[in-house]
Every structure is written in C-alpha cells, then in structure tokens.
C-alpha cells in the first residue's frame, strides 16, 4: 500500500528557533499534500493543502508566515515552523494523495518548544 | 457544510467482545467514508473505506457499510482483541479521492481489556 514517511519523529527546541518538517511519499506521487496539527486526545485540525508546484492553501485561522508549506516535487513537502514558541508546541500529521488514492497519513512529529 | 458526527468515547471492551462505533455524517452530494486509526504516538492508518452508497469496506475483521438512507457508517467488529486498542476516526471526503479534504470526527478512543 502506499507509505507516507514523515521526519523527524520527534524534536524538541528552543523558543526562537525554526524547525522544518519534511513528509515524503515513498510509492506514489502524492499531488496533494496535507499539513494537521493535533492537540492531545483531540481530533485532526487541517492546517494547509498543498499541491506540487503551487502555494499553500492555509485554513483560516492558520498564519501563512509562521508555517510555511513548501511542495516542490511529487514526492516532498516540507512544514516550517518559524521563530518557534512554546503554544507552537504540538504533534503534526502530514498526508499525501493523488485522485487514486485516499489520503495516507506519515508517522507524525511531536514538536516540543522549550 | 459537511460535517462527522462520531461516538463519544472513551470505549472499554473485554477481548472478545462485540464493538460497535457509531458515524454518522451530514454532506452535500455522494461522499467517499472512511475509518482511520491511530496507535499511540503514531499517525493515522487507513483501515477501510467505502466510495458509494451500500459499499461494505472491510480490513482486520473490521467492517462498515455506506448507509445512504442513514446518512451512517458504522464500524462494527465481532471478536475484539487487547492489539485493537486505539483511537478510531470516522472520516468523509469527495469524489474526487485522495486530492480533497477530509472531515473527520472527533475520535473514539477504544481500549480492550484481557
């Protein structure tokens, strides 16, 4: 089946600094690209969609400038957090798609900012 | 909009049991359903999906079935075992598979005791 690889797995840092996010799909070219944010024992929240080649699309509420989404090629996007804060602090969940395939997840990140 | 309503939770079985989580969904259109699940620390696994109405997915002895007229997509099991605990996610996306956005419930966190 198709596999999401999402790294790191976990990272912990200082405020102030910025932390990149990368997610790869290994078998399949993932058009679409998802960024989610989840709070503990909470659901998914969609943060961005990204599609190759193209801007983010951010949901509202979510600042364009303190989470970049970068989509270059089919098979990577890249979430950074900017100047990040201890509120910034939580696990990440990326998917890739493409119009065959339903959404498949990566691993997640357990971002920690001290 | 569209939108998941999933069962609360928590839900503790004993192994062997019969589970049940309930989903329902409100949607404009046909939508595509799915169950997702999420080990600790861990992102999301797709554990089945259904792509029309009366479709059964079935995956690990897991099974659902589009209810159209029910506007439901219940997740039923009928032996559970202490590796199924996990939080469980209904989910509800378009037509156009894996490049639109995902809807998903609130989570069920189930736990099965020996």
């Known amino acids: 089946g198709a596999v999401v690889s999402q790294h790191p797995s976990w990272v912990i840092c200082k405020s102030g600094t910025s932390v990149k996010i990368e997610c790869r799909s290994l078998?399949?070219?993932?058009?679409?690209m998802f960024w989610y944010r989840q709070f503990p024992k909470q659901s998914l929240m969609l943060m961005a969609t990204?599609?190759?080649?193209?801007?983010?699309?951010?949901e509202q509420g979510v600042e364009k400038d303190k989470f970049l989404i970068n989509h270059a090629s089919l098979t990577l996007s890249t979430l950074t957090v900017t100047s990040a804060h201890p509120e910034d602090s939580s696990f990440y969940i990326c998917?890739?798609?493409?119009?065959?395939?339903?959404?498949?997840f990566g691993d997640g990140t357990r971002l920690s900012i001290l | 909009g569209n939108s998941v309503t999933q069962m609360e939770g928590p839900v503790t079985l004993s192994e062997e049991a019969f589970l049940t989580i309930n989903c329902t969904y409100t949607?404009?259109?046909?939508?595509?359903l799915f169950w997702y699940v999420q080990y600790p620390g861990e992102g999301l696994q797709l554990l089945l999906k259904?792509?029309?109405?009366?479709d059964k997915g079935s995956n690990k002895g897991f099974e659902a079935t589009y209810r159209k007229e029910t506007t439901s997509f219940h997740l039923e099991k009928g032996s559970v075992q202490v590796s199924d605990s996990a939080v469980y996610f209904c989910?509800?996306?378009?037509?156009?598979?894996?490049?639109?956005?995902?809807?998903f419930g609130t989570g069920t966190r189930l736990t099965i005791i020996p």
């Open positions: 998917s890739g798609a493409d119009s065959n395939q339903p959404q498949h």
């Open positions: 989910a509800l996306g378009g037509l156009n598979f894996g490049n639109e956005k995902l809807t």
């Open positions: 949607a404009t259109g046909y939508p595509s």
């Open positions: 078998d399949f070219q993932a058009t679409t």
């Open positions: 259904a792509t029309k109405a009366d």
């Open positions: 990204s599609n190759e080649g193209s801007k983010a699309t951010y």
